[in-house]
């Protein structure tokens, strides 16, 4: 059984901080590319960023310059810093992984529960 624990986010002001981390727990092999997204009131889901297992990032335009992920292997934990932040960037931040489980052939994909951003202005 695999999962993906998210914590972090909360209230914050505009021009404000906030880190989020993903955790992936569980009996697996290794995790392979990861991303968070992000869906705001009434909007279709976006992705934020994404890192492969290599550390290849690409960032939304969007979040490019505010926004930081970092992933810790050791850990399996993916990271993402957001600084000044924005009222429109208030919304649900899920992430997502590709997960190598034992005796399959190619990854599978898991989301994490969610955690609410709530930037005021």
């Known amino acids: 059984q695999v999962q993906l624990v998210e914590s972090g986010g909360g209230l914050v002001q505009a021009g404000g901080s906030l880190v989020l981390s993903c955790a992936v727990v569980?009996?697996?092999?290794?995790?392979?590319?990861m991303a968070w997204y992000r869906q705001a009131p009434g909007k279709e889901l976006e992705m934020v960023v994404s890192i492969t297992g290599s550390s290849n990032i690409n960032y939304a335009v969007s979040t490019k310059g505010r926004f930081t992920i970092s992933r810790d292997n050791a850990r399996n934990t993916m990271y993402l810093r957001m600084n000044d932040l924005k009222p429109w960037d208030t919304a649900v931040y899920y992430c997502n992984a590709e997960v190598i489980l034992p005796m399959t052939f190619g990854p599978s994909d898991y989301w994490g529960q969610g955690r609410q951003v709530t930037v005021s202005s």
């Open positions: 569980g009996s697996f092999v290794s995790v392979a590319d």
